[in-house]
Every structure is written in C-alpha cells, then in structure tokens.
C-alpha cells in the first residue's frame, strides 16, 4: 500500500499538467443538458487508445456545476499535455475527462467562495499559448483554421475564458493545500511506517556552480549594427523596400524571421524586453522604428496593426559582431581563472564573485539553482542533457575543462564548471533525507484532504455523465454510484 502511495506522490510531485476546457454559462447548460439527454444513440468512444478520435464534436461529455464538458475540450486536454512536453500514449479519455471534471469541481466552488484570478495574469498565459501554437502550425490564420475560429479575437476570447478556468482551479486546490500543515512527529511516522525494502531511492544528485566570460563587444561592433539598420530602415522607409522582405533575408531572430519578423498580439504585460515593448506602444500603425538596444541586441521595429490594448509588429534583429581578437582574449581569461583555481590560489566561489559575467549566479559564488524544485541539488538523470553531460564525470570539487557555450542567437561564451556537492544514489535516509521525506508525508496528507474535499462537494454539485463516459473506472464517485 505505501509503495503505491510513494509513486502516486511522486508523480504529483512531478505534475502531469492542468487539462483545458471550455465554459459555458448557466443557461446554455440547460439545453446542452437537454440535447445529451435527447441523444438517440450514443456514439461509444474508445476510451484507450485512441485519445484524439473526434466524437460528436459538439457533444456534452459531462456537467459539472455551470460547467459544461464537450468532446473538443477532451482533445484540447491531450493538446495541453503535449504543449508541456507530457506523453499522451497512456492516458485514456476516461482518465482526462476525469481530470476535466476535477478542474471543473475546483472552478465551480472558486467562483462560488469569490475567488479572483486577475487579467492580466490570464492574459500572459493566453498570449504564451498563442505564440506556441502559431510557432507549431506556422502561421496564425492555421492556427484560427485548427480551432475553427473566423478571427483571432474569438480565439483569444475562449482561450482566456479558459484560462481563467485553469487558474481559479488551481487557486481553489491552492486554498485546500494550503491549510495542511504537518509536524515533525507525523513526518517521522510517515517515514518509519513503510516497511524498510519499499522506501524510496534517491537518485544521485549534484550541486553545480558555473563561472561564464562573455567576449567584449566593442563599441565599434555596435556602431556597425546600429549602420546597418539604419541602412535597412533607409531602404523600407525612403526607397519602399518590403520590411517581411528584409526581415526573411537579414534577421537574426530565427523564429519570428521565417515570417517575416513577425509577432501578433504584443501586450504591455507580454513577455518581452522592457524596451521592446515600450517602442511597440509609442508607434503609430505603418510606422518604422529607429534603432534600439534590448539584451537580446539591436532592433528596428515596425507596426503593423493596433487592435486595442494589442499590437502585431514586425522587426529586424542584428547582433554585434565579435571579432576573434576579443574572443580570444575571452579565451585567455578564462583560462587563467581556471588555472588560479587548479592551483588553489583562488576559491571557485570567489573566482565566480570577482570574474564572472553572468549577473545571476555572481553572487552566490557561480552556484546554480534548480528551475523546477528552486533549491540547488540537481537529479543528473533529469536535469538538461547537455550540463549534465558536462558535469556527470566531476569529482566532488573538481573544475571542468573549458566549454564554450551558444545561446540561441548564436553568441558565443565561455564557462567552466565545478561539482560543489555530490550525492549518490541512495535509499532514502531519514536524517540525510529529511526536507525529501517531509515533502513526501505532506503531499500524502494534502492528497488526503484534497479527496476528502472532492467526496464532500461531489455530493453537493449538480453533476451529469454522458452515457458514453458510464463505463469509465473513474477515481471519483462522478457517476454518484
């Protein structure tokens, strides 16, 4: 039983993604409902292997309080998994409309304990999920094909009601969580009442500082690229030149470049360079930027259309170029680093402090911080392929050799790593191991308050099955049996 419970968690700990749906408001819940339970014949649906086989596109899969489930929400669910990078392969339609019916669960009593979720949080979410889906169909008018939509924004419009679903579902499961807590006495019974060959292993794990030396870029380069655009914009703006036209043939933005540099949908609360944004909403429609500085490098930009609070502009993105000289002398630099470092003249920490050019990590003596769990152990079977490939063969304090480093723009760096820590695989320790353990004998008994939370309001809410879905082996007593 308790490994069962370990895995479970483990998975939680781990999140499999929040599915997306659609709303519906309460009077068109009412004849959605007569229309399913009117339905003469009901088309049975393969609830296992065949999760994006389109049924009865309009139908009603379930009701859930005001919420209204339809088969399209199902597939944008399997959409939302693949957008995070999560396999489909086997989970059910069963299981995700499950999962549906949750976050409608959640989102019904949200709204009912006032909750609020704020726009413009919705907003970025919505304006992240239209650049992934216009990046993955390449165009915007295939994207508005896909989901059936006349203009962008419709689309815009039923993506943010949806979001909004998501994040007050997630408000209200954050609301339950978040009044459990758990003692010391109960972490130590946690641990010790699984049996000793069922406790967890730990994978091994490192701590990785980095020290990175950026070659100079010389206020000559960038005269060069502030020359070229100025350049460029003389030949668009005075001599007609197409901007699209400019954009395929001398952006350095690969994405946006293919189209013609351009980016639909530009929000204030969008995540772009602060300049960026600031030189997009000071534009008149048709007009060209002069040449400006972000981090990424030198633009010149031009607005296409202004709809409201959203602008579409196109832009020409040039770097810099560093001269080999200066690469070399970055070269150089860090490799003295490295050699003070070898011969204990200097401490890798200190080193990082006094030498280092990436502002994040200066500070902190060069050391790394794990994205996903926020503290500075890295699992070297889960974290990104390429520093583990670099670090995976490091003694406890030893100094990698030299790497150079791209970025996506094609600037070059160069970094030397250091394992400050190591740990190695191991069962799971209560000592050693204890904020793991106590993170495991938490999420238990917030997986118990949370099922206990659903049984209750299950009971409370108006819920309605399809009878496609009767069969289903759900978690919860949706089908009330």
Same mark, same amino acid.
């Given at each position: 039983?308790?490994?069962?419970?370990?895995? /479970?968690?483990?998975?939680?700990?781990?999140?499999?993604?929040?599915?997306?749906?659609?709303?519906?408001?309460?009077?068109?819940?009412?004849?959605? !409902?007569?229309?399913?339970?009117?339905?003469?014949?009901? !088309?049975? %649906?393969?609830? !296992?292997?065949?999760?994006?086989?389109?049924?009865?596109?309009?139908? !009603?899969s379930a009701v859930v309080g005001e919420y209204v489930i339809v088969e399209f929400d199902i597939d944008l669910g399997f959409i939302e998994l693949q957008q995070q990078g999560a396999?489909?392969?086997?989970?059910?339609?069963?299981?995700?409309?499950?999962?549906?019916?949750?976050?409608?669960?959640?989102?019904?009593?949200?709204?009912?304990?006032?909750?609020?979720?704020?726009?413009?949080?919705?907003?970025?979410? @919505?304006?992240?999920?239209?650049?992934?889906?216009?990046?993955?169909?390449?165009?915007?008018?295939?994207?508005?094909?896909?989901?059936?939509?006349?203009?962008?924004?419709?689309?815009?419009?039923?993506?943010?009601?949806?979001?909004?679903?998501?994040?007050?579902?997630?408000?209200?499961?954050?609301?339950?969580?978040?009044?459990?807590? $758990?003692?010391?006495?109960?972490?130590?019974?946690?641990?010790?009442?699984?049996?000793?060959?069922?406790?967890?292993?730990?994978?091994?794990?490192?701590?990785?500082?980095?020290?990175?030396?950026?070659?100079?870029? @010389?206020?000559?380069?960038?005269?060069?690229?502030?020359?070229?655009?100025?350049?460029?914009?003389?030949?668009?703006?005075?001599?007609?030149?197409?901007?699209?036209?400019?954009?395929?043939?001398?952006?350095?933005?690969?994405? /946006?470049?293919?189209?013609?540099?351009?980016?639909?949908? %530009?929000?204030?609360?969008?995540?772009?360079?602060?300049?960026?944004?600031?030189?997009?909403?000071?534009?008149?429609?048709?007009?060209?930027?002069?040449?400006?500085?972000?981090?990424?490098?030198?633009?010149?930009?031009? %607005?296409?259309?202004?709809?409201?609070?959203?602008?579409?502009?196109?832009?020409?993105?040039?770097?810099?170029?560093?001269?080999?000289?200066?690469?070399?002398?970055?070269?150089?630099?860090?490799?003295?680093?490295?050699?003070?470092?070898?011969?204990?003249?200097?401490?890798?920490?200190?080193?990082?402090?006094?030498?280092?050019?990436?502002?994040?990590?200066?500070?902190?003596?060069?050391?790394?911080?794990?994205?996903?769990?926020?503290?500075?152990?890295?699992?070297?079977?889960?974290?990104?392929? @390429?520093?583990?490939?670099?670090?995976?063969?490091?003694?406890?304090?030893? %100094?990698?050799?030299?790497?150079?480093?791209?970025d996506r723009t094609g600037k070059s760096s160069y970094k030397i790593l250091s394992v400050t820590r190591r740990f190695e695989e191991h069962p799971a320790d209560f000592v050693k191991?204890?904020?793991?353990?106590?993170?495991?004998?938490?999420?238990?008994?917030?997986?118990?308050? $949370?099922?206990?939370?659903?049984?209750?309001?299950?009971?409370?809410?108006?819920?309605?099955?399809?009878?496609?879905?009767?069969?289903?082996?759900?978690?919860?007593?949706?089908?009330?049996?």
């Amino acid at each position: 039983m308790k490994s069962t419970i370990i895995s /479970s968690l483990f998975c939680l700990l781990i999140g499999w993604g929040v599915s997306v749906a659609q709303v519906t408001e309460t009077g068109e819940t009412s004849l959605e !409902v007569e229309a399913l339970e009117e339905t003469p014949e009901p !088309v049975k %649906v393969d609830t !296992v292997k065949k999760p994006f086989k389109r049924i009865k596109a309009g139908g !009603v899969s379930a009701v859930v309080g005001e919420y209204v489930i339809v088969e399209f929400d199902i597939d944008l669910g399997f959409i939302e998994l693949q957008q995070q990078g999560a396999s489909i392969e086997d989970i059910s339609r069963c299981q995700m409309l499950g999962k549906l019916m949750e976050d409608k669960l959640y989102s019904h009593h949200a709204k009912q304990d006032s909750i609020i979720i704020p726009d413009s949080q919705t907003n970025s979410r @919505t304006d992240q999920q239209l650049q992934y889906l216009t990046a993955q169909l390449g165009t915007q008018e295939k994207v508005l094909e896909y989901y059936k939509k006349d203009n962008l924004e419709d689309l815009r419009k039923e993506l943010f009601d949806v979001n909004q679903q998501i994040a007050l579902a997630q408000e209200m499961q954050r609301t339950i969580t978040d009044e459990v807590e $758990i003692t010391p006495e109960e972490i130590r019974n946690f641990f010790y009442s699984i049996p000793e060959d069922e406790r967890p292993v730990f994978g091994a794990e490192v701590e990785v500082a980095q020290i990175i030396v950026d070659p100079e870029v @010389t206020e000559k380069a960038k005269e060069d690229a502030i020359n070229r655009l100025n350049e460029i914009r003389t030949d668009i703006v005075e001599d007609g030149s197409s901007f699209s036209t400019k954009a395929v043939l001398y952006s350095k933005d690969e994405g /946006s470049a293919r189209k013609g540099g351009l980016i639909e949908g %530009v929000r204030r609360d969008a995540p772009f360079a602060k300049e960026f944004k600031d030189m997009a909403f000071s534009l008149l429609e048709g007009e060209v930027s002069e040449p400006f500085e972000t981090d990424f490098g030198f633009h010149i930009l031009y %607005v296409e259309k202004i709809r409201g609070q959203e602008v579409d502009v196109r832009h020409i993105l040039l770097f810099p170029e560093v001269t080999q000289k200066t690469l070399d002398e970055a070269r150089e630099k860090i490799d003295k680093i490295r050699e003070s470092i070898v011969n204990d003249s200097l401490s890798f920490g200190d080193a990082a402090r006094l030498y280092s050019d990436q502002k994040e990590t200066r500070n902190s003596g060069g050391r790394l911080m794990n994205p996903i769990t926020g503290d500075t152990r890295f699992d070297l079977t889960k974290m990104d392929p @390429t520093l583990s490939a670099q670090v995976y063969n490091l003694a406890e304090g030893e %100094v990698s050799k030299v790497f150079t480093d791209r970025d996506r723009t094609g600037k070059s760096s160069y970094k030397i790593l250091s394992v400050t820590r190591r740990f190695e695989e191991h069962p799971a320790d209560f000592v050693k191991d204890y904020e793991k353990i106590k993170d495991l004998a938490l999420k238990e008994k917030q997986i118990k308050a $949370i099922q206990k939370w659903q049984e209750k309001k299950i009971k409370e809410t108006y819920i309605s099955v399809n009878r496609d879905y009767t069969d289903c082996d759900f978690s919860n007593n949706w089908l009330q049996k």
